[in-house]
């Protein structure tokens, strides 16, 4: 406010020195100017403080330079006097024309400032202002546009305004130029231009026309904004955005999953079944993780078997069942490699598409058989993933899910793939827990048939002993009975003895306490004496026994761990050949290898049980009401023996009636050896 006073006082100062310039000056030049013209140099006084000091200045200098003439020549010093009406309208007009001077200088004087004000607020705008006419030419370039683009006015001013947009932007500048044209409004809008260093600036852009004094729009102002820092905040808050979004969505993908296998968990542990467990499994799955399920696991001779299964249309089980056992039958016989065999192979998760899907039918056989091709437009796959079943690190099977093209028609996911992965784990957990349970049963099954065999075996000599025992100590027995007792004694005793030196031969066996002594043997020797071993029992049933060996075959071993070996094998033979068959012993070399064969013409073995035939305590009859005694360790203890040895031992029959041939093979030592 003080300021602005003093510059008002400046003014007025100024005007009031111009006014005594003006006056000394016109009385001066008075000899020469006379009356003609009193007001002349007057009026560049009234100018001068119109001009620098505005209208209020300027009337100050009107209203004394009237009054300096009017009191200047009513003295006798003037030689004009203004007496009459005449001389008092050209005051008056005086004063008019002064104030108009001094209003229309103010005016210009106002206009003026404003345009430098203007000019000034353009100049120090932070913002980029351009002006450019109708063809899209740079008219002018403040200091802001000189930042923001790089560009100096003097390279700017007379270039089109491409110089500042990207080749692919460019039809922007040519909608605007025709809006602006037809005279249409151009809303705000952000876009991206170049700098001179040729990197991209994100602006936001609002377009002014520009008109003449006629209203004709001649071009316009463009006011351009650099929008990126807040662009990069915008990104940045989308991205938090859609983050904690992400986030959202897994925390409540974590929790459904968690949900899921809570659910799974506890229908795997509500039963130790092992076809309980699965078919469990397969359905409490579906459909989560697809519309269909398989489950194959490898049998012990290696082959995959379908084990269970599971669809989300019930109707349609019984088809998916009958299309997995075709496909696997089909590319059993025809070599190819299934989905399954790949995964089994590799070990790994295997995820099919669509298209892979399509891609595998193409390659069945041509044409594919109507069963097969009915089934498979029953079930419709569309994709498959297929996940390992471990157990203690070895893939032991499959497990397989699918979606179709009647249900869920979808891909699988990440996700989905480490859903089923985290499935299959649990899985094969409870199958292994179910197995362990069925082998624990198994075992406890068999321990009770052990201890129930070895009482019988034990009490039935026993018994036989006891019996003779008292019959001798009762002294009423001749001579030939005492004799028949004392047989009857021994040979009951000798039974026990073997069957306390079989489980003595097992334990040692069992605890790595059994001894070799290892030397070179003739095998066929060995051979022979255990025929004569067992020819008494061969005789009392009728049962013939054939020989066929070479003169002598050598090996290295423990002749009388081989001797029980034989004997054992014998003996089994004639336990379980009727009256009147043939037992036929081979001994050969074949391969660098002694083989030594036992084959029977006896009851054969069943195929279910020919697997389990060297197991410890196993027996095809294992009650206490079968025909033929023992323990079932004769077998046992024979694999035990040839496997220290080196050796190998297999059991081969071609079912019930067809006998049994059991085939021991023995290394030979090498020339020289």
């Known amino acids: 406010m003080a300021a602005r006073s003093d510059s008002r006082a400046r003014a007025y100062g100024l005007a009031c020195l111009t006014f005594l310039l003006a006056a000394l000056l016109r009385f001066a030049v008075d000899p020469w100017l006379g009356e003609s013209f009193p007001f002349l140099l007057y009026f560049p006084a009234i100018l001068i403080a119109a001009r620098y000091g505005g209208f209020g200045p300027g009337l100050l200098v009107t209203a004394l330079s009237a009054a300096a003439l009017r009191i200047g020549y009513r003295v006798p010093l003037g030689v004009f006097a203004m007496g009459g009406p005449m001389e008092l309208l050209q005051v008056v007009?005086?004063?008019?024309?002064?104030?108009?001077?001094?209003?229309?200088?103010?005016?210009?004087?106002?206009?003026?400032?404003?345009?430098?004000?203007?000019?000034?607020?353009?100049?120090?705008?932070?913002?980029?202002?351009?002006?450019?006419?109708?063809?899209?030419?740079?008219?002018?370039?403040?200091?802001?546009?000189?930042?923001?683009?790089?560009?100096?006015?003097?390279?700017?001013?007379g270039r089109s305004m491409t110089l500042i947009i990207p080749a692919e932007r460019r039809a922007e500048e040519d909608e605007i130029l025709h809006r602006i044209r037809s005279g249409q409004r151009v809303e705000p809008f952000e876009t991206l231009r170049r700098r001179k260093d040729g990197s991209h600036v994100e602006v936001s852009i609002r377009i002014s026309p520009i008109s003449d004094d006629s209203g004709t729009i001649v071009g316009a102002s463009k006011i351009a904004r650099d929008i990126t820092d807040r662009k990069r905040i915008e990104r940045l808050q989308a991205e938090l955005v859609e983050r904690q979004r992400m986030a959202n969505d897994e925390a409540v993908a974590a929790r459904d999953r968690l949900a899921f296998l809570s659910e799974v968990s506890a229908a795997l542990s509500a039963s130790l079944d092992y076809e309980e467990t699965i078919d469990r499994a397969v359905h409490v799955a579906l459909p989560r993780l697809g519309d269909y399920c398989n489950v194959l696991v490898a049998t012990d001779d290696g082959p995959l078997r379908h084990v269970a299964w599971g669809h989300?249309?019930?109707?349609?089980?019984?088809?998916?069942?009958?299309?997995?056992?075709?496909?696997?039958?089909?590319?059993?016989?025809?070599?190819?490699?299934?989905?399954?065999?790949?995964?089994?192979?590799?070990?790994?998760?295997?995820?099919?598409?669509?298209?892979?899907?399509?891609?595998?039918?193409?390659?069945?056989?041509?044409?594919?058989?109507?069963?097969?091709?009915?089934?498979?437009?029953?079930?419709?796959?569309?994709?498959?993933?297929?996940?390992?079943?471990?157990?203690?690190?070895?893939?032991?099977?499959?497990?397989?899910?699918?979606?179709?093209?009647?249900?869920?028609?979808?891909?699988?996911?990440?996700?989905?793939?480490?859903?089923?992965?985290?499935?299959?784990?649990?899985?094969?957990?409870?199958?292994?827990?179910?197995?362990?349970?069925?082998?624990?049963?198994?075992?406890?099954?068999?321990?009770?048939?052990?201890?129930?065999?070895?009482?019988?075996?034990?009490?039935?000599?026993?018994?036989?002993?006891?019996?003779?025992?008292?019959?001798l100590a009762s002294g009423q027995l001749d001579p030939e009975k005492v004799k028949q007792a004392a047989e009857a004694i021994e040979r009951n005793a000798q039974a026990q003895a073997k069957i306390v030196d079989d489980i003595l031969d097992v334990a040692r066996g069992m605890g790595g306490n059994l001894r070799l002594e290892m030397k070179p043997f003739d095998l066929v020797a060995v051979a022979h004496r255990s025929v004569e071993a067992v020819a008494?029992?061969?005789?009392?049933?009728?049962?013939?026994?054939?020989?066929?060996?070479?003169?002598?075959?050598?090996?290295?071993?423990?002749?009388?761990?081989?001797?029980?070996?034989?004997?054992?094998?014998?003996?089994?033979?004639?336990?379980?050949?009727?009256?009147?068959?043939?037992?036929?012993?081979?001994?050969e070399s074949i391969d660098q290898h002694a083989e030594l064969r036992v084959s029977d013409t006896g009851i054969g073995i069943p195929a279910s049980f020919l697997p389990f035939v060297f197991d410890k305590f196993r027996q095809a009859d294992a009650s206490v009401t079968?025909?033929?005694?023992?323990?079932?360790?004769?077998?046992?203890?024979?694999?035990?023996?040839?496997?220290?040895?080196?050796?190998?031992?297999?059991?081969?029959?071609?079912?019930?009636?067809?006998?049994?041939?059991?085939?021991?093979?023995?290394?030979?030592?090498?020339?020289?050896?």
Request: zero cysteines.
């Open 93 to 157: 007009r005086f004063v008019a024309v002064g104030a108009v001077i001094s209003g229309l200088i103010h005016i210009v004087r106002a206009a003026r400032s404003d345009q430098w004000r203007l000019a000034a607020i353009v100049e120090s705008s932070d913002d980029a202002i351009v002006g450019k006419d109708l063809e899209g030419n740079i008219t002018s370039w403040n200091r802001g546009a000189e930042r923001l683009f790089g560009f100096s006015a003097a390279e700017a001013v």
């Open 312 to 471: 989300v249309d019930r109707s349609k089980e019984r088809a998916l069942r009958d299309l997995a056992v075709r496909v696997l039958e089909i590319a059993d016989a025809k070599g190819i490699q299934t989905f399954a065999d790949r995964v089994m192979k590799s070990g790994e998760t295997m995820v099919v598409s669509h298209e892979q899907v399509l891609e595998a039918v193409s390659l069945l056989p041509s044409p594919l058989p109507a069963e097969l091709a009915e089934l498979g437009d029953a079930v419709r796959a569309y994709a498959y993933v297929g996940a390992p079943l471990r157990v203690r690190g070895r893939v032991v099977g499959v497990m397989s899910f699918g979606t179709t093209e009647d249900h869920s028609r979808r891909e699988y996911s990440d996700a989905d793939v480490g859903m089923v992965e985290e499935f299959a784990r649990r899985v094969s957990v409870a199958v292994e827990n179910a197995r362990l349970f069925r082998k624990a049963d198994e075992l406890n099954r068999l321990k009770d048939e052990f201890l129930a065999t070895l009482s019988h075996e034990l009490r039935t000599p026993l018994s036989a002993v006891l019996g003779w025992s008292r019959m």
């Open 536 to 587: 008494p029992a061969a005789l009392g049933k009728k049962i013939h026994i054939e020989v066929r060996a070479p003169a002598a075959l050598v090996t290295v071993g423990d002749a009388n761990r081989l001797q029980q070996v034989v004997w054992n094998l014998m003996s089994n033979a004639l336990k379980f050949t009727p009256a009147g068959g043939k037992v036929t012993v081979d001994v």
């Open 626 to 673: 079968r025909q033929q005694g023992g323990l079932g360790l004769g077998l046992a203890i024979a694999r035990h023996l040839v496997e220290l040895h080196g050796g190998s031992i297999e059991a081969h029959s071609d079912g019930e009636g067809s006998g049994a041939m059991f085939v021991v093979r023995l290394p030979l030592p090498a020339r020289g050896d």
